[in-house]
């Protein structure tokens, strides 16, 4: 799988975690990538389990159920520079939503885990001023 560039955002126009959800899960329908319930199952495990990972991140993506809304693998990037209020006062900059099957969607989380652990990595992904800079490092590094 390929990160595309026309998937990778970098805005600050959000109220709420949820705006920030409806934001990806939407994009990820306008790709082709997962049918229009999906975005409900986003919003369903963030309920149920959340989905803010480490400092600065969330992942959201669907339920284990919902994995049959899903038609193929896709990563959206999302960047909110001013910061989102996620959970218990965690402020979120980077958002992934992912789409993926089974195996698809273990790859997915093991490959941003592993990217995301490291704090140099991390702090550039955290610095990207661009769209371009944010793709161009994760296409090169995370899915390169």
């Not at 799988?1 to 994009?27: E, T």
């Not at 389990?49 to 038609?71: N, Q």
């Not at 959970?87 to 939503?97: E, K, R, W, Y």
């Not at 990595?121 to 944010?134: V, Y």
């Amino acid at each position: 799988m390929r990160l595309k560039r026309d998937l990778v955002f970098i805005k600050n126009d959000f109220n709420s975690k949820a705006d920030v959800i409806d934001f990806l899960g939407d994009k990820l329908v306008e790709a082709g990538a997962v049918e229009a319930e999906y975005v409900a199952a986003m919003h369903k495990r963030e309920q149920d389990i959340g989905t803010y990972i480490t400092e600065g991140v969330a992942i959201p993506h669907g339920t284990e159920e919902s994995r049959s809304l899903v038609k193929r693998p896709e990563l959206i990037v999302l960047k909110i520079p001013q910061g989102i209020d996620w959970s218990d006062g965690n402020q979120v900059v980077l958002a992934f939503g992912i789409a993926g099957n089974n195996e698809e969607h273990v790859e997915l989380l093991g490959g941003l885990a592993t990217l995301l652990m490291d704090d140099e990595q991390k702090a550039k992904l955290m610095s990207a001023a661009s769209e371009d800079e944010l793709f161009n490092y994760l296409d090169g590094h995370l899915l390169g």
